[in-house]
């Protein structure tokens, strides 16, 4: 792709953030699926609204009908309505420049993201199937996740995942990464890449600043209880 080709597709994908009504997300009063697109807008300096719903009304069926996978988080962008949380931070990272600098990267960094939604599924069957059963399993078998990252990320050696610059895929693993030091504190003890990038993530003013907010830290990471 030639180099205005490229231009005019991100002028495309620009958002114009001042005129625009800010971002709505429904979902559970959970972290869950939401917690990596929260901590994305709030780097990228962006507002959103969240709608909680209760279990309660969730199982009223309504809402869920016309839900396009019949789940959340919903997000919407303006008329624009987009359901899979993954759809969600490529969106972002598509208004928002962290998305690559050319499509080379933009496929790295789908790659990877792709490897982050691995390893959340893994997490997810843990926390609502397996935890009572699984945890030390779980725990056991998690350093050969991890050091897929690691290893892919010795190789790019800026920090994040691809690039010189911060991308969905790395707002996604960081928001994962977080969720594991709490399941297990000494979880990335072997990985110093992985360890960076939580650290150098932690240290972003705009997301400092959310992460140590008392709204963020009272909600909890799943809707079971278990973390
Ligand atoms: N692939 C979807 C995504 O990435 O958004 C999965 C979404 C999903 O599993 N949503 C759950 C849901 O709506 C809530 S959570 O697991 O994200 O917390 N569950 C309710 C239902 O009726 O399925």
């Not at 997490?123 to 350093?143: C, F, H, N, R």
Request: glycine fraction near 8%.
């Amino acid at each position: 792709m030639g180099v205005y080709a490229e231009l005019w597709l991100r002028r495309q994908h620009t958002r114009p953030t001042l005129t625009m009504p800010p971002y709505t997300a429904t979902y559970f009063a959970v972290k869950g699926r939401l917690g990596a697109i929260k901590i994305m807008l709030a780097d990228k300096g962006q507002e959103l609204k969240v709608v909680l719903v209760s279990m309660e009304e969730w199982q009223q069926g309504d809402l869920k009908a016309t839900c396009v996978f019949g789940q959340m988080p919903k997000f919407e962008d303006g008329d624009l309505v987009l359901f899979q949380s993954n759809a969600i931070l490529r969106h972002l990272g598509r208004n928002h420049g962290a998305y690559g600098k050319d499509s080379r990267e933009a496929s790295l960094i789908d790659m990877m993201n792709d490897g982050v939604e691995d390893l959340r599924s893994k997490y997810i069957k843990l926390i609502y199937q397996e935890y009572d059963t699984g945890k030390q399993a779980y725990l056991k078998d998690l350093p050969n996740s991890l050091c897929k990252f690691e290893t892919f990320m010795a190789k790019t050696n800026s920090g994040f995942l691809v690039g010189k610059e911060v991308s969905f895929a790395d707002y996604n693993l960081f928001d994962l990464l977080l969720n594991h030091l709490v399941l297990c504190p000494k979880s990335l003890d072997n990985f110093p890449k992985l360890n960076d990038l939580v650290k150098k993530m932690s240290a972003r003013p705009k997301v400092r600043a959310l992460l140590d907010s008392e709204a963020f830290k009272k909600i909890p990471i799943n809707g079971n209880g278990k973390q």
